[in-house]
């Protein structure tokens, strides 16, 4: 299982040198450069060479390429051309905000999805498992977007509870706890979005995952040793039929990193995906090409504790 792990990790690890070599040739093979996005009728032809020279687009593609490559391999992406800073310094800042709205987004989406599937299996087919099958299929279905505008307009505009966009608020708060308090209000719109656009997926997976279950025999002589039904369906039924839900928590992994674009551009959330829409919109080739290797990393890194979570939970697998 150790050997098939690691040959799992190298197999990653060339998929993101083949995605991260993909990005940097089609974003320098694309008509344009930075000298003509800035070109302007007063700036001097050798003005406009110098700074072609300063960001080495005036060498090679093939020069180029081994210079960016061996600049990944020692951790020196370039510099922003949109933020006038070294690329790390702009991802080292809005990751951790990523990062913070994600997990509680995903928290909360874990936690509605497997209350919403614990309150369907209980009677199925009943008044409530209808009920809240049409609610997971209609938050599964309904864009971000969507959900996002209802939310601000009920919460933000229609009973202004909370803050509409941004982090923090205009002025700076006194002590710790205020500014728990301010950055928690400021997180509470786009974290509901990200759990309620997302609980339906779980909910409706562990639903029939859990049915499943209670049809096996382990269930069937636990209730007939006169366990109660809560007891087998929480202790016996649950932890079996959530075990995939390892694989969901690792793939969940890219979007800690990159956050999700329309949700951060939405609430002008400062983080991942707000960077990489900035850089999109203003051809920013080195922030696009590092954005581009974090996330592939991430997506690859989660596939990969999946498989590993999972053979862990599972001695099955690892036999």
Known sequence: MTARLFRRLFASLLVVWAVAS??????????????????DPRIPPAARERLREHYGLHRPLGQRYLAWLSGVVTG?????????????????????????LASVGLG?????????????VRRPHGFWDRVLSAFSLIAYAVPT???AAGLLWLF??????????????????ADFWTTLADRARHLALPAITVGVTGCGAVARYLRGALLDEQAQAYILGA?????SRRRVLLLHALPNAALPLLTVLGLSLPFLVSGTLVIEVLFSWPGMG?????????????LIQAATILVTAAVVAGN??????????DPRIRR
Do not use: C
Request: a neutral charge; zero cysteines; proline letters at 7%.
């Open 223 to 227: 209730l007939a040793r006169g366990a």
């Open 274 to 286: 707000q960077v990489f829409y900035s850089a999109v919109t203003a051809r920013d080739i080195p």
């Open 76 to 100: 020196n992406l370039g510099d922003s051309f949109l933020y006038r800073r070294p690329v790390t310094q702009v991802l080292a800042q809005a990751l951790p905000n990523t990062a913070l």
């Open 145 to 147: 977007f969507l959900v």
């Open 22 to 39: 993909a990005t940097f040739f089609l974003a320098s093979l694309a008509p344009g450069d930075l000298a003509t996005k800035l070109a």
């Open 108 to 120: 909360l989406e874990l936690v509605l999805g497997v209350v919403l599937g614990l309150v369907q």
């Open 304 to 313: 990969w504790l999946a498989d590993a979570a999972y053979a862990l939970a």
């Open 156 to 173: 933000a505009y229609r009973w202004p509870v909370f803050p509409a966009s941004h982090m923090t608020g205009l002025t700076a708060p």
